[in-house]
């Protein structure tokens, strides 16, 4: 079983709609949990950081967290076609190296 | 704030042939990672320093691949003799620091291609 699992879609939506990105995770030392967000030929680039479990908002994005349930979303809404990306997820343990552990990402592709 | 630079952004090699890649943090930046991103994958860890000392290299194949990070700064990632397999994205991040809120910057990649 991987550590952090993620759908890798790809997942197509009209623009506007909302959109639910979501990742589980095995390991309970995972503290902190970041969305990077990866276009086509370019490095990724961080969209969101939480700490624990809770809700965080910037704008149309919202990062949750469900430290229960194993379980991060990332919502998208009023969605744009400049959103098609690939959605990493990533965490981080609460000791030893601080590696950054990444989900395999979801293609997301915002259809105007 | 320039970003992380790489070079080359590709190449193409033969099997058994090796290869460097090259890496320049953001300025200041302490920590700096290598990451192998498959097609269709999401980034895996090779190597992470803290300044010139290696933290992490549990993933590196270190039969054939080798990085080093000489005066804290630079860094370069070798492999030698290359295989198939290794044909991906080469991904080079840094941070401040490591571990809890050191936001990691990525460059662009080098994407190898082995045939």
């Known amino acids: 079983q991987k550590e952090v699992e993620q759908d890798p879609g790809p997942l197509s939506v009209p623009e506007g709609a909302i959109v639910s990105l979501n990742c589980t995770y095995s390991n309970s030392a995972f503290q902190y949990f970041m969305w990077y967000r990866q276009y086509s030929r370019k490095g990724p680039e961080l969209l969101m950081y939480?700490?624990?479990?809770g809700n965080k908002e910037d704008g149309r994005f919202t990062a949750q967290v469900d430290k229960s349930s194993k379980y991060i979303s990332l919502f998208i809404r009023d969605s744009q076609p400049s959103d098609s990306a690939t959605y990493l997820c990533a965490m981080i343990p609460t000791s030893g190296t601080y590696k950054y552990i990444f989900g395999t990402g979801t293609r997301l592709k915002v259809l105007a | 704030e320039a970003g992380v630079a790489q070079s080359p952004r590709y190449k193409i090699i033969e099997k058994r042939q090796s290869v460097a890649f090259w890496c320049n943090p953001i300025?200041?930046?302490?920590?700096l990672y290598w990451y192998q991103q498959i097609l269709g994958q999401g980034p895996k860890l090779l190597i992470q320093f803290q300044n010139n000392g290696v933290v992490d290299d549990s993933q590196l194949p270190k039969d054939r691949f080798s990085a080093e990070r000489l005066k804290g700064v630079d860094s370069t990632l070798k492999i030698q003799p290359a295989k198939l397999e290794d044909s991906a994205v080469y991904l080079c991040?840094?941070?401040?620091?490591?571990?809890?809120?050191?936001?990691?910057?990525f460059g662009q990649g080098t994407r190898l291609t082995v045939v």
């Open positions: 939480t700490y624990s479990s």
């Open positions: 991040a840094s941070s401040l620091g490591q571990g809890r809120a050191n936001e990691a910057f």
């Open positions: 300025s200041g930046h302490a920590t």
